[in-house]
């Protein structure tokens, strides 16, 4: 029994405490994937400016926090800073160990439970509050019209 604590400790010592889902964690800067409400890569942060979004998630979720790679460009970090003040959300940024792609996770905005939510991509959203082109209403046919007599 004392030889396996022994082991334990020294596997400890040398590798750290075990983490439960690691890849998990460092793709979503940090969060378990059934926690992430919103997640964003660094290049549809630069070529997408998915700012409005951003605001309609938090608006839609409130009470849950806002996560920014820290890698993240200086401008595009104050823009998506100045939105989390105006709605009161809190944030906080994440480093990213190793090189930073324009796949690395850019921006996740997570529950500090499991949501569960099956979309949670940009593209899943923004198809969300994409307007479609509305149809104008039928015209209103009159009672005889159904009859093939119009009034003139």
Not at 109 to 117: F, I, K
Request: glycine residues 6%; negative net charge.
């Amino acid at each position: 029994m004392a030889e396996k604590d022994v082991q334990d400790y020294l596997e400890k010592g040398l590798y750290g405490a075990p983490q439960l889902k690691p890849e998990e964690k460092k793709k979503f800067l940090g969060n378990f994937r059934e926690r992430v409400i919103l997640v964003i890569t660094m290049k549809e942060m630069m070529e997408k400016n998915p700012l409005d979004t951003v605001k309609n998630v938090i608006e839609k979720y409130p009470d849950h926090q806002l996560y920014l790679n820290g890698d993240l460009d200086g401008a595009l970090q104050a823009e998506y800073l100045k939105v989390a003040k105006q709605l009161n959300c809190p944030f906080r940024f994440v480093t990213t160990q190793g090189s930073t792609t324009e796949e690395t996770t850019g921006l996740v905005y997570a529950a500090s439970y499991a949501m569960h939510l099956e979309n949670i991509q940009l593209a899943d959203y923004q198809e969300l509050t994409t307007p479609t082109e509305e149809t104008p209403p039928p015209k209103k046919q009159s009672f005889w019209s159904k009859f093939g007599l119009s009034k003139k």
